[in-house]
């Protein structure tokens, strides 16, 4: 009976926590944030979350779609504003969408293929296949999983428990219906959403064929509704297409056909929003990513009036402005955790234990995200698999990497147009000669001034003792021949043709991920068309009466972090050959370096020494070339042999306009020293100066290059040039 008023007193007690609590549930009413697709506009939204997070503005659900669903998305999974705009400003972003990794994530050998397309052709059990996707998606794949794994550890795949729930939708065309993600991995539901018809391929999984979420919700606002929140705020990146607008042209109908999928709608055609803004983005198009600082910045002005706007409605309707939470659970909680590594594919015939052995690959490992980048680098630097698929399992034990196989045999191909130097057609071909080892590599040139083709073996892969420790051979044999075409002054023809051909056995390939040292034995010869030397003392034909026997010595050692335009890193190289012929030994050596790197806020320079030094008996297309000006190097090439040449050349590079135009001036001065044509031996001594100015305008398929040489070989009055590079 004593104890009788403390069980009253308690259960009174427990009666007002239910009655503060009811009315704190009663008064936090739900606040939703549904985001438009866009393509490359859809960056505003980061701007949009910036200027929300200054005013407190509440977000209890994220809904998104296509770009709005991977902006909100990585927001749900924690990754903060300034995490983001990091990605936009360093390029990360770029690169994602683009397709083309950094130099520094593949390994020495692959890093002349980022100058090849990613549209491909292949052959798989006796069919041709294709790209199903403009742009590659390998680095989606895995910087959506680095950055969303431990929030779907931390929310145990459900997206109501991220640091904000959220809803991704994806378009179905198989049943021609939306598909809302709603658990799961967050980096499969974020890559099925921003699967932008032609430009991203579609994704296959448990019966659906998942394409971009614009193409059947674009303003994915109905989504929202079923979620019932008490205030919905709807944002549209993407500019309304204006219909009275003429669509000319192949280019035009691709624009207007993504503006039409991505397109978010008029507000008028929307209906369940309580507030509506759309962000500016300024003409900005759907693949306009090097404009992410803009875009951004447009967002944030937009997101500052309409958080404005907010602030006094919620204060009409008692909404409670709320500060942001700690995300360090969401960003952390997989990071030194053990798990099980496994290797698993849809091929019946994969056996995950010899990819394992091949690449040293440990049974088990902390979760590490730089570890991780470099397996998964690893992987693909063997060039078996088109993509590499990691996820971590629901109770975060295991993480798998899901490969998939390229096609028997894939060309790729680049497309180059020179007002000097004519079309010239790019392409390789790689055809592996067994699932873990081995590749047969096919490169062709076809142009009206230069071409050849190459062939190249290698039995063995890189991966035999490991991509990333020093040591690992990689014998090759290979065999190339290469054409030069010259119309030159009828007054002085030294050559019109030149054929060189060389066959050689890789003997050796000692390096590891950045450096790189090759030792070559083979033969080689050249076949000139005609030659007329002004010197009677140099006699050409003798040397191509016999193939000659050769060895030669490479090395590379490459730290570039980011290319052209833009380098950040040094690298530094020399070559040696030494060839027998009549008797004698010939050789030359050519030294190489380059130092790039930000000098201010949007300037970056590099400098580069090049350096040739060999004897005059040397094959004609193996004597030193002036690299540069451009359009003389083309228009002079033959007049321009040396026994010794150097060039330093500077650059500079800011942005304009966008962050794909660019300026550059190159200062060349090259000496010669005994030159084999009689109109160059006033240069002798001195030397010879030259200048290339030239304006870039950088794209997702090419490059567009205008410019002008300038060199006392023409007495100064300049020589303009033009150059298309397409890289689809």
């Known amino acids: 009976m004593d104890n009788m008023p403390y069980s009253k007193y308690l259960f009174r007690f427990i009666g007002s926590i239910i009655l503060v609590l009811t009315a704190e549930s009663i008064a936090q009413e739900k606040v939703a944030l549904v985001l438009s697709g866009g393509g490359a506009q859809g960056m505003a939204h980061i701007g949009v979350f910036k200027a929300f997070e200054e005013h407190n503005i509440p977000i209890d659900l994220i809904v998104g779609s296509s770009a709005g669903a991977l902006v909100g998305g990585l927001y749900a999974a924690g990754v903060t504003v300034a995490e983001m705009e990091k990605m936009v400003v360093d390029g990360t972003i770029e690169h994602l969408f683009i397709g083309r990794p950094k130099r520094s994530d593949l390994p020495i050998w692959k890093r002349d293929e980022l100058y090849l397309g990613n549209l491909s052709l292949g052959i798989t059990n006796r069919q041709i296949v294709g790209s199903s996707g403009l742009l590659d998606d390998k680095l989606i794949w895995k910087e959506l999983f680095l950055l969303s794994a431990s929030a779907d550890y931390q929310a145990g795949w459900n997206f109501d428990s991220l640091y904000v729930p959220f809803r991704s939708v994806a378009s179905d065309l198989r049943k021609q219906a939306p598909v809302v993600f709603s658990s799961g991995p967050l980096a499969n539901a974020l890559r099925s959403s921003m699967s932008i018809p032609l430009i991203y391929s579609p994704i296959q999984q448990n019966g659906q064929l998942l394409v971009d979420g614009g193409v059947y919700v674009k303003l994915p606002v109905e989504i929202a509704l079923r979620e019932a929140p008490d205030f919905i705020i709807a944002v549209s990146a993407e500019d309304a297409p204006d219909y009275r607008t003429e669509v000319q042209g192949l280019g035009g109908m691709f624009e207007a056909l993504n503006s039409r999928i991505l397109a978010s709608g008029d507000s008028v055609d929307v209906l369940g929003w309580d507030y509506f803004f759309r962000v500016p983005t300024g003409g900005h198009h759907v693949l306009d990513f090097p404009a992410g600082v803009a875009l951004m910045e447009a967002g944030y002005l937009a997101g500052n009036r309409a958080a404005e706007d907010l602030l006094k409605i919620f204060e009409e309707r008692g909404i409670e402005t709320r500060r942001i939470l700690n995300r360090d659970a969401y960003r952390n909680a997989l990071e030194g955790k053990m798990l099980a590594f496994i290797l698993e594919s849809d091929d019946a015939g994969f056996d995950p234990e010899m990819i394992r052995r091949k690449l040293k690959l440990p049974d088990s490992l902390r979760f590490n995200r730089q570890k991780l980048d470099d397996i998964i680098n690893d992987v693909y630097a063997t060039a078996i698999y088109k993509a590499v698929i990691p996820s971590v399992d629901r109770m975060g034990k295991t993480i798998t990497l899901t490969l998939e196989e390229k096609p028997d045999i894939t060309t790729r191909g680049r497309v180059e147009i020179s007002s000097t130097g004519g079309l010239t057609l790019f392409t390789r071909t790689d055809m592996p000669m067994s699932r873990f080892g081995g590749l047969v590599q096919f490169d062709l040139a076809f142009g009206n001034t230069s071409g050849g083709g190459q062939v190249a073996v290698y039995p063995v892969s890189y991966h035999k003792t490991g991509a990333r420790l020093p040591f690992s051979i990689r014998p090759a044999i ?81 730290h570039i972090r980011r290319d052209l335009p833009s380098i950040e890193g040094w690298k530094i190289g020399f070559q040696s050959d030494w060839i027998w012929q009549d008797d004698i030994v010939v050789s030359q050596n050519h030294i190489w370096t380059t130092l790039g790197g930000k000098i201010a806020s949007g300037w970056y320079g590099a400098c580069a020494l090049d350096f040739y030094s060999g004897d005059r008996n040397l094959p004609v297309s193996m004597m030193g070339q002036v690299a540069s000006p451009k359009a003389l190097n083309e228009k002079y090439y033959m007049y321009m042999w040396a026994e010794q040449v150097i060039n330093l050349s500077f650059e500079t590079s800011h942005t304009l306009l966008r962050d794909d135009l660019q300026g550059e001036i190159k200062l060349n001065h090259s000496r010669f020293q005994d030159p084999v044509w009689s109109g160059l031996e006033q240069y002798e001594n001195k030397g010879l100066s030259a200048l290339d100015i030239s304006i870039n305008l950088l794209t997702i398929v090419g490059k567009l290059s205008v410019g002008w040489s300038f060199s006392e070989l023409e007495n100064y009055k300049g020589t303009s040039w033009a150059q298309i590079g397409i890289t689809l």
């Open 478 to 558: 290979q065999a190339s021949t290469r054409y030069h075409n010259y119309d030159l002054p009828a007054s002085v023809p030294l050559a019109d043709r030149i054929h060189s051909h060389e066959v050689s056995i890789h003997s050796a390939s000692i390096g590891g991920w950045n450096r790189q040292m090759l030792l070559y034995g083979g033969v080689r010869s050249d076949d000139p068309g005609q030659i007329l030397s002004a010197r009677s003392d140099f006699d050409f034909p003798e040397q191509f009466a016999q193939t000659m026997p050769f060895i030669r010595l490479l090395f590379k050692e490459d």
